[in-house]
């Protein structure tokens, strides 16, 4: 006979029979009634009419009787409050039961019922079954107290559970000290500043000593806790990473995973030519690869994870490519991802393996699976300098297959690869122009365009292929409108006399016939230029590009630091830090890595901007304090005389090198040191006002939170341009990372989905480090907030106003453009401070010639530099001299380059004059 | 931490029964899951983590059910999986078979389990030989064995009761390796490797400590032995009871079995392994008419280490792709039996004994209907199944296995060796 009866009962006037059963005097037919009961919860009736009757079911020595009217009870409590107490007095009974399962279930169902009212019934017995001489109960209790907290941490405290708890780490069994470790940093987390777990070599051998013993899952929760620890220096480190390595032979994969986290994260602390360095990198090699056995959902997991390690430290599984390779029959998300780490740990000594598989995968049927293959191949070329060749003629024999999609993703990713090796594949135009037919993709389309138009020199009939595109000019979507534009424009200024016609029908298209505001500013601009000062018009439109960057997926270096030390949670597994998928964990502290520590060098790159700071002080005489002020003093402050417009940017200008402070103060520093000398514009307060203003209301504000001002959200993309979807955001950097806030409005009738984000290249190569996380369809009339975490490492291109960032959304309905302005301060990074007496040598060592000054009006002194220093611009030194306040700051932007800046205050006058000295690095 | 609730959702998405853990949740979140997976599926975006605002669902399918874990924070997701396929794990053994059926029938056992597995959100016991000594599915006997404190729970051997009795004392330990090869349309090798595992059973009385030696190579080098084959072994994984930090130390496996049957532990093999049966295939389609195929399997010729004897490949199963609209099967055979399974479009070759050094042949013809399919097919590749006993391809042996019980019993170690194929995948034309 199985359950499966109870479930049969569907007559009516059922709960009056189920509460005449629930009172009988036979103790069979009460727990048959019970199992109805709950059969009924089951399938979500509910029962709840029945709770004085269950209750009074509670006290049996029948222990299934009992577990089943316990389960009813954490049901349906909350909806009872005030029956639930009915309840009170049996849990206080059974957990003196002489027999340990009952005092145990008691004291785990007691901390399940989340009604406030009786929770300070339930201390005594917790107290007791805390210190219970059987290891099951206490390992009960131990969770009881998490449970608890959640429901009363004010209560928890007072009664004293979370020092009982701490002791319980040092209990002789080991599953109990597991729960315990489990329980307080549960507790720790959702309460970051209680300082809970105060870990100290101590505790942490017991730890260490109760890992060998526990369940699996206790290893897990003692790992997970290890790896929140900062040893005390690498000694310890190496002595923590000893004992935990044996885990990673551990059948379970998430043992293993937890494992990698603290080594991962204590690796950071030993000394890299430590011979014990090179051990332990090679001990990790195998059991990630094993991971790669394991069931498909873990592999997901693992191969995520892999993608950050073998971006932190790649060395670990450089031999490792064959592993990666796709199988047949796995989950389309494995292989997706298996694809990127196999891009990702390309390298010429296995380039070749690599696209034989690529090649391979690019004849599958999965059309995702294809296109990033494809995808995959011109990544490679971008890679791999040695490859290109052998990529692009795969490239062209996957063209050959005639597979719609397949080529039109090879020519977009050929596109590309043009722009990373100009002037070295054009003879493969030819075979791209031969499907110049079957291109109807936009991103497809608008590629042809841009090669046609680039190497129209060379195509004899780039006319004519243009020209064929034109005749459906208002079809094309607005990527392919923009890029043929320019490409006519390109092609005229190549070859001007047969190509007239062609462009005057494009800008007037552009200018007349559309409705497209960017499409039709591209126009006016390229007309007025083109009938104005030819010459320069094809200084700037044939100017020479900028390279691509590598990579340019990789993870912002700061992320990557912290979510290393999230290896194996869903952080890891979004690439996302906790605070952008976690409500409430705004304000916890991001996780960061421990520093290296003896010799070691650090992972990342030196600071260019500090080392180069260090270098440029003068080496060997140092001057008093009095007299380098008294110099700094000395400098001319006075505004230089303008002499004229800025010039357009040169096309060879260093990227580094670029102008702060926005608009007018175009070249403000040329390269390096005075390297360009430049016109001062005459005005500077209107595109300084973006930037520093907005730091200076700071002074004003009251009862700001500390860290990097944001400025309040304003409308970027009005409903009525987007079909009803409304943007209003900001910008704001949090704990090292640029965040785009945003928040998102349907005014619309219909419901947007599929939400994604593109940013144009702009001055500081920012790009959103992840996709827009926008997860639930947005109905009509509802608002959500999007919070996109930002890289530095996109293309770069000099944008005007320097701040300008030119946003693309799409979702479901269609493609909207919009540009924004982020404030400069967002990129001032942490580790701007410079040192006093670097300071003071590169303020002189600056030409005056990247000196600006102005004024900002009504601000306080005080209070300012601590605001300041929230938004990573960091007061090196204060001086009052002649009745005149002076502050001396430093930042420095994520590019590399450093802005020194006085500010001069005339004590009583409210007004601040800045002066500002920049140079690149 | 993990989970704040788990489900089980029958195909529709119906619950058909959950445990709420942490409360941090509202459990008709679930209502979401089933949509978001549609809606990925068909977007061909399916993934093993769906979100729907700031809830999280990580999932798993088992046979007709899903099982779902949510949270709203950001838990361990390893965790999380490990513990899902646990559930599925403990369920079989409590039903033989984890389905809806299973799930209704069995609601009352499902919730004392589920009850025990975790606990706000930790998973605690999880070994199922332990649960059965104190969650039994007959609610009669539940009084006597109940009654008692379940100890093992507790212990730090966690997989093992006290006063266990058997009247002879045995342990038999099987190796089976599984050998996965890729090769390629030209009959290149693309990939190989071996992953072994070995199985105990054991019968042994008390709580006894076992000694396992294997010919592995780096034991060997620590101990300065430098006779007969070495296997290097790429990775080694521990069932529970294995004292890592001892063979992290020096290599020793040793141990206190889980009594009956276990897996004590899968190693990987990275040596390149020729394939033990090599296939020669010829597919031709003809479009609107017919496909032919010819297939050629050949088995390598080798010795067994122990006893000079030729091999013999057992259950040896060749599965051949078709197209999906093929029709009217005709088969040839040299040996064995042909069948066409067409759900999964496959002809199916069965040889029961092959022995080394043969080669038997099957041709096949199908025909095409006139109207060709307009869907792309895949081209999945042909598999090969097989069993060769008395035989691993690595050369790993059991060297000793010492068994030492404070009684001071005598107790038989019986050893077996197996090689299966992982599925050997050769790539079509």
């Known amino acids: ?921 | 931490m993990s989970a704040s609730a788990v489900f089980v959702l029958d195909l529709k998405g119906k619950v058909l029964i959950c445990r709420n853990y942490k409360g941090d949740v509202d459990m008709a979140e679930i209502d979401h899951f089933m949509p978001l997976l549609m809606i990925h599926e068909e977007e061909g975006l399916l993934c093993p983590v769906l979100s729907h605002g700031s809830v999280h669902f990580m999932w798993i399918k088992h046979s007709n059910l899903y099982l779902v874990a949510t949270t709203n924070k950001n838990s361990n997701a390893s965790l999380v999986y490990s513990f899902l396929y646990k559930i599925v794990e403990v369920f079989t053994e409590y039903f033989k078979e984890l389905e809806e059926e299973s799930i209704q029938d069995n609601f009352v056992v499902v919730y004392e389990l589920l009850d025990e597995l975790m606990d706000f959100g930790f998973p605690q016991t999880t070994d199922s030989k332990i649960l059965q000594e104190y969650i039994t599915q007959e609610g009669a006997k539940l009084e006597v064995a109940k009654s008692k404190v379940p100890t093992t729970v507790t212990n730090a051997v966690s997989w093992r009761s006290e006063g266990i009795r058997y009247k002879k004392n045995e342990v038999f330990i099987d190796v089976i390796e599984s050998i996965n090869v890729l090769v390629n349309a030209n009959g290149s090798v693309m990939s190989s490797d071996i992953v072994g595992s070995i199985k105990l059973k054991t019968m042994l009385s008390g709580m006894p400590e076992l000694r396992l030696g294997l010919n592995d190579r780096v034991l060997f080098a620590l101990t300065g032995r430098d006779k007969g084959k070495t296997v290097v072994m790429e990775d080694v994984k521990f069932h529970q009871c294995v004292r890592l930090s001892r063979f992290d130390s020096d290599r020793t496996i040793s141990f206190i079995p889980p009594d009956g049957e276990s897996e004590l532990m899968s190693y990987r093999i990275n040596t390149h392994v020729k394939p033990l049966i090599w296939i020669e295939s010829v597919i031709e389609k003809f479009s609107h008419s017919r496909v032919e195929i010819m297939v050629k399997v050949i088995q390598r010729k080798m010795k067994y280490r122990q006893f000079k004897k030729q091999s013999v490949a057992n259950n040896v199963e060749v599965r051949v792709p078709v197209p999906s609209d093929a029709d009217s099967p005709k088969f040839k055979t040299s040996t064995g039996n042909a069948k066409y399974v067409p759900e999964k479009n496959l002809v199916v070759w069965t040889i029961k004994s092959f022995p080394g050094g043969k080669e038997f042949l099957m041709r096949a013809h199908f025909g095409l209907p006139s109207v060709e399919n307009n869907e792309l097919e895949g081209k999945p590749p042909i598999t090969v199944k097989f069993e060769i006993p008395y035989f691993t391809v690595s050369g790993i042996q059991v060297r000793y296995m010492k068994i030492i019980e404070k009684s001071g019993y005598q107790a038989l170690p019986w050893v077996r060796y197996i090689t299966q194929s992982g599925g050997k995948l050769l790539t079509q034309h």
């Open chain 1, 1 to 921: 006979m199985t359950d499966s009866k109870y479930f049969t009962t569907t007559k009516k006037g059922e709960i009056f029979e189920l509460k005449a059963e629930l009172n009988s005097d036979k103790k069979e037919k009460k727990k048959e009634a019970v199992k109805k009961v709950i059969a009924s919860m089951t399938v979500g009736k509910d029962v709840s009419a029945l709770f004085p009757d269950v209750v009074n079911c509670m006290q049996t020595d029948n222990l299934e009787l009992k577990k089943l009217v316990y389960l009813y009870l954490m049901n349906y409590a909350k909806s009872q409050p005030d029956m639930a107490i009915m309840a009170v007095n049996t849990f206080v009974k059974d957990c003196e039961d002489p027999n340990p399962l009952i005092r145990a279930l008691a004291v785990r169902t007691m901390g399940c019922i989340r009604v406030d009212k009786i929770t300070e019934y339930l201390c005594e017995p917790l107290r007791k079954c805390l210190k219970d001489e059987d290891p099951y109960v206490r390992k009960t209790a131990a969770v009881c107290v998490a449970k608890l907290h959640d429901i009363n941490a004010q209560l928890v405290e007072d009664q004293g559970f979370l020092d009982t708890l701490k002791d319980l780490i040092s209990d002789s069994n080991p599953m109990v000290v597991a729960n315990a470790v489990a329980a307080l940093s549960e507790i720790a987390e959702s309460h970051p500043n209680s300082n809970l777990l105060d870990l100290n070599p101590q505790t942490i051998n017991k730890l260490l000593t109760a890992l060998n013993e526990c369940t699996e899952w206790g290893q897990i929760f003692i790992l997970d806790c290890l790896a929140n620890y900062t040893p005390r220096d690498d000694r310890e480190s190496q002595s923590i990473c000893e004992r935990v390595t044996p885990r990673l032979s551990h059948a379970n994969s998430a043992v293993v995973l937890s494992a990698v986290k603290v080594l991962m994260k204590f690796m950071e602390m030993l000394p890299k030519d430590l011979d014990y360095y090179g051990t332990l990198l090679k001990k990790l090699a195998p059991p990630l690869v094993t991971l790669l056995s394991a069931e498909p959902e873990l592999q997901y997991v693992a191969l995520r994870n892999i993608n950050l390690i073998v971006q932190r430290r790649p060395e670990i599984l450089k031999h490792e490519m064959k592993v990666f390779f796709v199988k047949y029959n796995d989950p389309i998300y494995v292989k997706l991802e298996k694809l990127d780490i196999m891009i990702r740990l390309a390298s010429q000594a296995n380039i070749a393996q690599v696209l034989a598989e690529l090649k391979e995968y690019a004849t599958e049927v999965d059309v995702d699976f294809v296109r990033k293959a494809v995808r995959a191949i011109g990544r490679c070329a971008i890679k791999v300098e040695q490859s290109a060749e052998r990529c692009v003629s795969t490239l062209l024999d996957l063209i050959q297959t005639k597979v719609n999609y397949v080529v039109q993703e090879a020519i977009v990713v050929i596109k590309d690869i043009f722009r990373k090796y100009p002037n070295k594949y054009e003879s493969v135009i030819a075979t791209l122009c031969e499907n110049l037919d079957s291109l109807d993709e936009p991103e497809a389309r608008a590629a042809m365009i841009w090669i046609v138009g680039e190497y129209a020199e060379r195509i004899d009939n780039a006319d004519e292929l243009l020209e064929s595109f034109l005749e459906g000019f208002h079809d094309e979507s607005t990527q392919v409108q923009l890029q043929l534009l320019t490409a006519i424009v390109k092609l005229f200024l190549k070859k001007p006399t047969e190509t007239q016609e062609l462009v005057q029908q494009v800008l007037s298209l552009a200018t007349q016939d559309s409705d497209n505001p960017d499409l039709r500013d591209r126009g006016y601009i390229y007309w007025r230029l083109l009938s104005t000062d030819p010459v320069a018009a094809k200084e700037v439109v044939l100017a020479e590009k900028p390279l691509i960057s590598e990579e340019t997926d990789l993870i912002e270096p700061t992320l990557l630091e912290e979510l290393i030390c999230h290896i194996g949670t869903l952080a890891s597994v979004y690439h996302k830090p906790p605070s952008a998928f976690v409500e409430g964990s705004r304000g916890v502290q991001h996780k960061r890595l421990p520093g290296s520590a003896g010799s070691g060098e650090s992972v990342d790159s030196p600071d260019p901007g500090s080392a180069a700071g260090a270098s440029e002080a003068p080496p060997a005489v140092i001057p008093s304090q009095g007299d380098l002020l008294g110099d700094l003093l000395n400098l001319d402050l006075t505004p230089p005389t303008t002499t004229g417009p800025p010039p357009a940017p040169s096309s060879g200008m260093q990227l580094g090198a670029m102008d702060l402070l926005g608009g007018g103060l175009d070249s403000l520093m040329g390269a390096g040191f005075g390297a360009a000398p430049a016109a001062m514009p005459a005005s500077f307060s209107a595109p300084v006002s973006g930037g520093l203003d907005d730091l200076f209301d700071l002074g004003g504000g009251v009862g700001m939170p500390m860290g990097a001002y944001s400025p309040p959200k304003t409308i970027w993309l009005p409903a009525m341009k987007a079909k009803g979807l409304e943007i209003s955001g900001t910008f704001a950097r949090r704990a090292g990372v640029i965040q785009m806030e945003m928040t998102l409005t349907n005014k619309a009738m219909s419901v947007m989905t599929d939400f994604a984000i593109q940013f144009n290249r702009n001055s500081f190569g920012l790009a959103p480090a992840g996709p827009l996380q926008i997860l639930t369809p947005l109905s009509p009339n509802q608002s959500i907030e999007a919070s996109l975490p930002l890289s530095t490492v996109g293309p770069v291109m000099k944008m005007e106003p320097l701040t300008n960032l030119q946003v693309a959304v799409k979702n479901n309905i269609d493609v909207f453009y919009f540009s924004c302005q982020y404030p400069i301060s967002m990129l001032f990074v942490e580790d701007g401070k410079m040192e006093r007496q670097v300071f003071l040598a590169t303020w002189k060592d600056i030409p005056n010639d990247n000196e600006s000054q102005f004024q900002i009006k009504d601000c306080h002194l005080n209070a300012t530099s601590n605001k300041l220093q929230g938004s990573n611009v960091f007061t090196i030194a204060k001086r009052t001299v002649e009745g005149q306040d002076m502050l001396y700051q430093s930042m420095k932007l994520t590019n590399g380059i450093w802005v020194l800046a006085e500010l001069r205050v005339q004590t009583g006058n409210p007004n601040y004059t800045v002066s500002t000295l920049i140079f690149g690095v």
